[in-house]
T-cell receptor
Framework: AQTVTQSQPEMSVQEAETVTLSCTYDTSENNYYLFWYKQPPSRQMILVIRQEAYKQQNATENRFSVNFQKAAKSFSLKISDSQLGDTAMYFCALNINFGNEKLTFGTGTRLTIIP | DSGVTQTPKHLITATGQRVTLRCSPRSGDLSVYWYQQSLDQGLQFLIQYYNGEERAKGNILERFSAQQFPDLHSELNLSSLELGDSALYFC?????????????FGPGTRLTVL
């Protein structure tokens, strides 16, 4: 069974600062995919960034980047130059490579950007 | 806008009743996933359909059932509703049944059971 753990229920940071959200996971599979999803107050789930486990290079998408440590089963999200629109719940999710292609989500981190 | 539509947006009903939630995937997407988001359980995978066939099952109660029709839209049926079924129900779609695909989420249906 897969598990995803987000140990920071809430975080807040000043606008324009950098913030890092933590995520650890557990799976016995070697091939899998990790995702960060954002859920703003509108409740829409939006993909932020995706990482393939077989790739050593960390994924980046504009101001969003990850620190993927496969051996430690850690997958943190760094948001640079944070903006008010980044205020949202952030969910880390895991998807194994074959069989049951469900997303297993962490419990989320509520991020507030302070003006 | 993800391209995934869900109806209705809100649903209020009573215990013991039955409701149907509807989802239309993005054009061309063959996989549909259903998730339940509640305060105490977080985001839980319920069931996946791929091109009309059930592909994977998660923590879906026996009172719940789903299907995917030939036009690829999907319906989630919830029966004998209990207070604890109150939640946000998301539908997501992806092009194939492969795990590397991004899943595109709909806006959700907020179900309130009184």
């Amino acid at each position: 069974a897969q598990t995803v753990t987000q140990s920071q229920p809430e975080m807040s940071v000043q606008e324009a600062e950098t913030v890092t959200l933590s995520c650890t996971y557990d799976t016995s599979e070697n091939n899998y995919y990790l995702f960060w999803y954002k859920q703003p107050p509108s409740r829409q789930m939006i993909l932020v960034i995706r990482q393939e486990a077989y790739k050593q290079q960390n994924a980046t998408e504009n101001r969003f980047s990850v620190n993927f440590q496969k051996a430690a089963k850690s997958f943190s999200l760094k948001i640079s130059d944070s903006q008010l629109g980044d205020t949202a719940m952030y969910f880390c999710a895991l998807n194994i490579n074959f069989g049951n292609e469900k997303l297993t989500f962490g419990t989320g981190t509520r991020l507030t950007i302070i003006p | 806008d993800s391209g995934v539509t869900q109806t209705p947006k809100h649903l209020i009903t009573a215990t013991g009743q039955r409701v149907t939630l509807r989802c239309s995937p993005r054009s061309g997407d063959l996989s549909v996933y259903w998730y339940q988001q509640s305060l105490d359980q977080g985001l839980q995978f319920l069931i996946q359909y791929y091109n009309g066939e059930e592909r994977a099952k998660g923590n879906i109660l026996e009172r719940f059932s789903a299907q995917q029709f030939p036009d690829l839209h999907s319906e989630l049926n919830l029966s004998s509703l209990e207070l604890g079924d109150s939640a946000l129900y998301f539908c997501a779609s992806s092009p194939t049944d492969r795990s590397y695909n991004e899943q595109f989420f709909g806006p959700g249906t907020r179900l309130t059971v009184l």
